[in-house]
């Protein structure tokens, strides 16, 4: 299952309703991961561009998406970035893939 990570930033309206009414947003975010057949690690709040992030695991990227998605409907953030998080097995394979296709690739505008 792959790991993802999610960055946010609540409206000024979110965080007015949750200054009324606060709850540990722990559950909701758990609830969310498993309907996708993924699973919560946790939760970090943050000052500066970003008022926090979330990890998760998620069986597919579709998957990954769909939470993205789902959360981004509910007009509760004015930003909201979900990324994949390769562990260094992982980088140690893109950085081998990679080496094959820098020498496939032609920039633009230089000939083959």
């Given amino acids: 299952m792959a790991k993802y990570v999610t960055f946010f930033t609540y409206t000024g309206e979110a965080w ?21 057949g993924g699973s919560f690690e946790s939760i970090y709040w943050m000052f500066g ?8 695991d998620a069986p597919d990227s579709v998957s990954a998406a769909a939470v993205s998605v789902a959360v981004g409907s509910t007009g509760a953030f004015k ?34």
């Fill in 79 to 112: 930003n909201l970035e979900t990324h994949e998080l390769l562990t260094q097995e992982q980088l140690n394979q893109v950085l081998s893939r990679s080496k094959a296709a820098a020498q496939a690739y032609r920039p633009p505008g230089q000939q083959s």
């Fill in 16 to 36: 007015a309703r949750m200054i009324q009414s606060s709850g540990d947003r722990t559950a909701a975010v758990r609830q969310l991961a498993d309907s996708v």
């Fill in 49 to 56: 561009a970003q008022d926090g992030l979330a990890i998760f």
